[in-house]
C-alpha cells in the first residue's frame, strides 16, 4: 500500500508562504497526485493535482496563481508552494495518489492518503 507523509505545515499570517512536501513510499510515476484540504465542518476539497510527468497541472480556482503543485519523481516527492496565504487557506492538508488515468481533483478518485500537515493562516 502506498503510504504518504505529508510536512511544512504551521501557522504564517496572511500574506505569507508556506510549502508543503509529501514524501511518498513505494511512490509510482505512473501516479496521479493531489492536495487536499478540510477544514473544520467543510467537506474535503481538492486544491491542486499533477500528472504522472508532471507536465499537467490542475488548480481549483480558489487558489490559481497562488498555488504550485510539482513532484520530484527521482526523490519520490511531491510539493505544495503556497504563496499570498488567506485566512481561508487554513485547514487540515493532504497528499494522496491515484491510478484514476486523468487529471482530477476529486477526492474519491484517488486511493492512498497521508496523515495530513496543518496549515493555520492568521489575519
Known amino acids: 500500500q502506498v503510504q504518504q507523509v505529508e510536512s511544512g505545515g504551521g501557522s504564517v499570517q496572511a500574506g505569507g508562504s508556506l510549502s508543503l512536501s509529501c514524501a511518498s513510499s513505494?511512490?509510482?510515476?505512473?501516479?496521479?497526485f493531489g492536495w487536499f484540504r478540510q477544514a473544520p465542518g467543510k467537506e474535503r476539497e481538492g486544491v491542486a493535482a499533477i500528472s504522472p510527468g508532471g507536465a499537467i497541472t490542475y488548480y481549483a480556482d480558489s487558489v490559481k496563481g497562488r498555488f504550485t503543485i510539482s513532484r520530484d519523481n527521482a526523490q519520490s516527492t511531491v510539493y505544495l508552494q503556497m504563496n499570498s496565504l488567506k485566512p481561508e487557506d487554513t485547514a487540515m492538508y493532504y497528499c494522496?495518489?491515484?491510478?484514476?488515468?486523468?487529471?482530477?481533483?476529486?477526492?474519491?478518485?484517488?486511493?492512498?492518503w497521508g496523515q495530513g500537515t496543518q496549515v493555520t493562516v492568521s489575519s
Open positions: 513505494r511512490y509510482m510515476r505512473s501516479n496521479y
Open positions: 494522496a495518489a491515484g491510478n484514476q488515468g486523468r487529471i482530477t481533483l476529486a477526492p474519491a478518485d484517488y486511493n492512498y
